[in-house]
């Protein structure tokens, strides 16, 4: 079946702009992933949805970041005003649950790559 | 939430047993232990995951010590694709770290 996808896979733009990006899940995964990936670093996540509930948003790095999740559906993560320090790979993953045990396998999309210029 | 420790780097030779290390010290009693590995330039893969028992599937074997404070992830015969950088996670933590660059040489 598919997989995750994400798009755009590559987004230039100017600092100070917003910028979206998509995440499409696997098809009844109820839980979903925002990671970060700065280059030769490790994943930072971001935040996690259940359903379309995010419990856990501490590690948005400001407020300039946001992100909303339709059902068990497309997610989108927003950044404001952007700046260079938002350059990065930005991962999106899906897994059948989350519980309070941890995460159930995640499956990662390609990544957007962002570019503030 | 547990935190993972990993050596940043290892070698090993084409055809031979790789062993990546992990400690997770402060992992819960219920708590997985997941692997990924992440391909230059791809989004990571599951490999595999466990929690009191060791493990093993089409792609490696998780062996994980008795009092569950570390884990090793074993690929028993290294292919040049198996470069990448390998990510131990413990389930709660949503935080993959800098994870273990295994370098397999010809």
């Known amino acids: 079946g598919a997989g995750v996808s994400q798009s755009p896979s590559n987004k230039v733009t100017e600092k100070g702009k917003d910028v979206e990006l998509r995440c499409d899940p696997i098809?009844?995964?109820?839980?979903l992933y925002w990671y970060r990936q700065r280059l030769g670093q490790g994943l930072e996540f971001l935040i996690y949805f259940q359903g379309n509930s995010a419990p856990d948003k501490s590690g948005l790095p400001s407020d300039r970041f946001s992100a909303e999740r339709t059902g068990e559906s497309v997610s989108t993560l927003t950044i404001q005003r952007t700046q260079q320090e938002d350059s990065a790979v930005y991962l999106c993953?899906?897994?059948?649950?989350?519980?309070?045990?941890?995460?159930?396998?995640?499956?990662f999309g390609p990544g957007t790559r962002l570019t503030v210029t | 939430d547990a935190k993972t420790t990993q050596p940043p780097s290892m070698d090993c030779a084409e055809g031979r047993a790789a062993n990546l290390p992990c400690n997770h010290s402060t992992i819960s009693g219920n708590e997985y232990v997941y692997w990924y590995r992440q391909i230059h330039s791809q989004g990571p893969q599951y490999i595999i995951h466990g929690l009191k028992n060791n493990e093993t599937n089409e792609m490696a074997s998780l062996i994980i010590t008795e009092d569950r404070k570390s884990s090793t992830l074993i690929l028993p015969h290294a292919t040049l694709r198996d470069t990448a950088v390998y990510y131990c996670?413990?389930?709660?933590?949503?935080?993959f770290g800098s994870g273990t660059q295994l370098t397999v040489l010809p």
């Open positions: 996670v413990s389930a709660r933590q949503l935080t």
């Open positions: 098809s009844g995964h109820t839980a």
């Open positions: 993953a899906s897994s059948l649950y989350w519980t309070f045990e941890g995460s159930y396998e995640q499956y």
